[in-house]
């Protein structure tokens, strides 16, 4: 270990000086300000017919070297991909010593003569080699690549450098963007753009981020949703319009959320729900034939056909089909508790949430070609217009792909006394605790009895619908930048410690932190077990990758862990009382991995994470174990 680190050391400490020696002959390579009339490596390529023997000029990042004598090969690696670069002595003479001196991640640029070796490779013969930046990092070695998932996601330039289909997944989500913004735009809607920074929080049921404007002395909301300004837009007299943006919503991180992310939200007067449902199929199908080539896509072994029209069935009746509970002859909420009891799907405050948990329950899962479900409860859509032939429901779908939900809409609800009410019930559940309830907007009242025409809403999860496209298991691997607790020289508090040390301070007495350990109550000593016994557990350092609530459960935290086998591992653990999952990223705990797995919620769990645990003046404290994140995952406990 110590030798691989000297080594680095010395190979970063070499870089250093050919720079400074570069800076000492006059040849700083920073000082060029540009590399002009450049020809994309994969159009030489492409149109070899075309360029042989002619002379072109390329710039990009050296990739590979390779080479003996007077010649030497060269890959270098542009945006559209990598040509070989050939360099002989007898060709460009002295600058030839120059050239031996490149590193591998230099970005140099090129001017030569297109020719195939005879080898048969397309290549470029150099007669005139510029170094343009000296790289003073070790990239990661060619082979073996960036494998690391938290390093990857931290330093996406150097996986975008390294891991050639990563680019390939960002320029297909450049795409798909683009497709839908084009298929909108041939329908006549007009893109709009509307605040981050709100003063409510509102257009849907989340937690918000919480900022201060210092000017106006007030708090603000970063947008968890632009739906309610769209449909001001519409009572203002705009018919159609969209807006495709970043929402934050202050809650856990797992696969397919993040708290920064992108939606798109589409409004159209006159119009309702089932004109969405057309929208919605018609633009995903248009968007995968024109990005893909194809409406069929392969996803989790699963084959999908994205081809319109998608099956349509009624929440109700889906469930009615998945466990036989039909909720069109339970019409009370006692008689709704009861078969809740009875199928072990936990008890909500209303009947319509109720059902909302057997969706979720035997539903959701089972949805894996596209699939419309529709005519939600009215409890759980406080913004959706309720049904005429049925006010427990509202005209309300949302779209399921593989068993994940990639769009909602509504009839919009335009009646200003019904959405006061609604907006009163969410202020009644926010004041009991619940903090994803939505906010009083007494400006939207006021819009509503303007007057807003009957109209459809839609809101697509764009990240969702480019994971399907593109074959992604994580939102993380469809964003360039995740959102990632900072660590090392990044860490608050790092950066605050080095400050300090920089800033003059009065000398203050510095004394240790007291904790308070009266009132403690340790729990008895096992009795022994023989060593061979103990021997058998395996414990692990892990690195929680991601950790995100459980749905319908108080206790329980879902952890996706980084083992050091290449393998994510997930495993559950009762800690939800006492941490959020959002402190847990980023952080080395430990785990026995070697327990059978044990399915729990309906999630398999696959260990365990060890926490210490005691009680202080009759109340249970618990405190997970955390080590240093300089050990590696997967390190083992003896």
Not at 155 to 179: H, W
Not at 269 to 298: H, P
Request: proline fraction near 4%; aromatic fraction near 8%; charged fraction near 30%.
């Amino acid at each position: 270990m110590t030798d691989n680190t000297n080594d680095l050391n010395e190979m970063l400490k070499i870089k250093r000086e050919k720079l400074e020696e570069l800076k000492a002959n006059d040849k700083d390579p920073h000082r060029i300000v540009n590399y002009k009339d450049r020809t994309p490596a994969s159009e030489i390529k492409d149109k070899f017919d075309e360029y042989e023997t002619k002379t072109v000029r390329i710039a990009g990042r050296i990739r590979a070297k390779r080479g003996h004598g007077n010649m030497s090969f060269m890959d270098i690696q542009d945006e559209s991909g990598t040509i070989q670069v050939v360099n002989r002595k007898n060709v460009i003479g002295d600058e030839f010593k120059e050239v031996k001196k490149y590193d591998i991640g230099d970005i140099v640029g090129i001017e030569g003569e297109v020719f195939r070796t005879n080898q048969g490779e397309i290549s470029i013969e150099t007669k005139s080699p510029e170094l343009l930046t000296k790289s003073l990092q070790i990239l990661p070695e060619k082979w073996h690549g960036l494998k690391d998932p938290d390093l990857r996601y931290r330093q996406r330039y150097l996986d975008l450098i390294v891991n050639p289909e990563v680019k390939e997944v960002f320029v297909l989500r450049s795409k798909i963007i683009s497709e839908i913004r084009k298929f909108l735009d041939q329908r006549g809607f007009l893109e709009v753009e509307t605040p981050i920074l709100n003063t409510i929080a509102g257009g849907a049921s989340a937690r918000p981020f919480i900022t201060h404007h210092n000017t106006l002395d007030i708090d603000m909301y970063l947008r968890i949703a632009n739906e309610l300004y769209l449909k001001r837009l519409i009572v203002g007299g705009f018919d159609k319009v969209y807006e495709m943006g970043r929402m934050f919503r202050n809650e856990g991180m797992d696969a397919t959320h993040n708290p920064e992310y992108t939606a798109m939200e589409l409004y159209q007067a006159y119009a309702d729900y089932e004109d969405m449902m057309e929208i919605t199929e018609s633009m995903i199908e248009t968007v995968a034939k024109n990005v893909l080539g194809t409406t069929q896509i392969s996803y989790d072994g699963n084959e999908i056909e994205l081809k319109a029209p998608w099956r349509r069935i009624t929440m109700i009746d889906s469930i009615k089909e998945a466990c036989g509970v039909d909720f069109n002859e339970i019409t009370t909420y006692e008689d709704a508790v009861a078969i809740a009891k009875d199928k072990g799907v936990e008890v909500k405050e209303n009947r319509g949430e109720i059902i909302n948990e057997f969706f979720e329950e035997f539903v959701e899962e089972t949805l894996i070609q596209p699939t419309f479900i529709y005519d939600y409860p009215v409890e759980i859509s406080p913004l959706a217009k309720r049904k005429n032939d049925d006010r427990s429901l509202t005209y309300r779908f949302e779209a399921f792909i593989n068993g994940a939900e990639v769009g909602n809409a509504f009839s919009e609800l335009n009646d200003a006394a019904d959405q006061r009410e609604r907006f009163e019930a969410q202020v009644a559940k926010r004041a009991k605790g619940d903090d994803e309830a939505q906010m009083m907007d007494y400006d939207f009242v006021n819009a509503l009895e303007v007057g807003l025409p009957p109209t459809g809403g839609l809101g697509i999860g764009i990240d969702r619908v480019i994971m399907l496209l593109t074959g992604q298991h994580s939102i993380r691997d469809v964003l360039l930048f995740p959102t990632m607790k900072p660590t090392g020289k990044n860490a608050v508090e790092e950066v605050e410690a080095e400050v300090a040390q920089k800033t003059p301070t009065k000398q203050v007495e510095e004394t240790d932190e007291v904790i308070d350990f009266t009132g403690v109550e340790i729990e008895e000593l096992y009795e022994d077990i023989d060593f061979e016994t103990f021997s058998k557990s395996d414990f692990r350092v892990v690195k929680v990758i991601a950790c995100e609530e459980v749905p319908k459960s108080n206790k329980l935290l879902k952890f996706t862990l980084d083992d050091g086998s290449g393998n994510e591992r997930t495993i559950l653990s009762g800690i939800k009382k006492y941490y959020s999952p959002e402190e847990l990223i980023g952080k080395n705990l430990v785990a026995i991995v070697n327990l059978p797995p044990r399915a729990m919620m309906g999630i398999e769990s696959e260990g365990m994470i060890l926490s210490a645990i005691h009680n202080q003046n009759g109340e249970e404290v618990l405190n997970v174990l955390q080590v240093s994140n300089k050990i590696p995952a997967g390190a083992k406990l003896y």
